[in-house]
């Protein structure tokens, strides 16, 4: 059993994860979000709710103590999210972290160059690959809502193939990362429906 720290839980990737988790796993979750009234019923056998801004480190390092995985499903400020979340895990001894990020950042999707919209993504992806941390950075693709599991992946240094990829995809493999000790570790995962 796994205690698993999800940090945004209410985004739309980790619902979907939380889903998974409970549904196929035995693993503990805690999730931890700025509003959990959003959050519908959940088995408080298995869940703990913490409500919480990622930016307050005191919260963040006292809700992270005890975790095995630290899985962050974040958006907006993520150059200053992700330094807080490397710093509180270092302080807390904590060495695995997924951290779902976005294609394209080091320009590795053939034809397309994507701006400074991606800066936030870039620099907490270099902030994260400069750490000690047991990390996988996932780089996923145009998400959908397609009811399927398909995809594939690519390293860092590959070029991205594909375009989209089902948010079930994504949880899935967020999942299997977290229940899969030693899979992935210090890499950044292009994911993709195979095309
Ligand atoms: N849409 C796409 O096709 C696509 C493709 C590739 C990558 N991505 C990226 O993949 C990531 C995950 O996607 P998603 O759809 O699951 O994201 P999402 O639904 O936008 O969820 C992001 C979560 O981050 C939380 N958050 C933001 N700032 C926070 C803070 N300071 N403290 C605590 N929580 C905070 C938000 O909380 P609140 O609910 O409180 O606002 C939100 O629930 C995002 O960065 C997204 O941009 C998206």
Same mark, same amino acid.
């Given at each position: 059993?796994?205690?698993?720290?999800?940090?945004?839980?209410?985004?739309?990737?980790?619902?979907?994860?939380?889903? %998974?988790?409970?549904? *196929?796993?035995?693993?503990?979750?805690?999730?931890?979000?700025?509003?959990?009234?959003?959050?519908?019923? %959940?088995?408080?056998? $298995?869940?703990?709710?913490?409500?919480?801004?990622?930016?307050?480190?005191?919260?963040?390092?006292?809700?992270?103590?005890?975790? #095995?995985?630290?899985?962050?499903?974040?958006?907006?400020?993520?150059e200053?999210?992700?330094?807080?979340?490397? /710093?509180?895990?270092?302080?807390?001894?904590?060495? $695995?972290?997924?951290?779902?990020s976005?294609?394209?950042i080091y320009? /590795?999707?053939?034809?397309?160059?994507?701006?400074?919209?991606l800066d936030p993504y870039r620099k907490s992806a270099e902030?994260? /690959?400069?750490? #000690?941390?047991?990390?996988?950075?996932?780089?996923?693709?145009?998400?959908?809502?397609?009811?399927?599991?398909?995809? *594939?992946?690519?390293?860092?240094?590959?070029?991205?193939?594909?375009?989209?990829?089902?948010?079930?995809?994504?949880?899935?493999?967020?999942?299997?990362?977290?229940?899969?000790?030693?899979? *992935?570790?210090?890499?950044?995962?292009?994911?993709?429906?195979?095309?």
């Open positions: 059993m796994t205690n698993v720290l999800i940090l945004g839980a209410n985004g739309g990737i980790a619902r979907v994860a939380i889903d %998974l988790f409970l549904k *196929e796993t035995d693993d503990q979750l805690t999730l931890y979000l700025r509003n959990s009234s959003r959050l519908g019923n %959940l088995d408080l056998n $298995r869940v703990t709710v913490i409500e919480g801004d990622v930016l307050d480190k005191e919260k963040l390092k006292n809700a992270m103590i005890g975790h #095995d995985v630290v899985y962050a499903n974040l958006a907006g400020g993520l200053q999210m992700a330094k807080t979340v490397v /710093e509180t895990m270092n302080e807390t001894n904590i060495k $695995r972290l997924i951290w779902i976005s294609m394209g320009d /590795e999707v053939p034809g397309q160059k994507y701006s400074t919209i902030i994260i /690959e400069a750490s #000690d941390l047991d990390y996988t950075i996932l780089r996923p693709g145009w998400f959908t809502n397609k009811d399927e599991i398909e995809y *594939e992946t690519t390293q860092k240094g590959e070029p991205f193939k594909g375009h989209e990829i089902s948010r079930q995809s994504v949880a899935d493999l967020v999942v299997k990362l977290a229940t899969s000790p030693g899979l *992935e570790v210090r890499k950044s995962l292009g994911v993709s429906k195979p095309e």
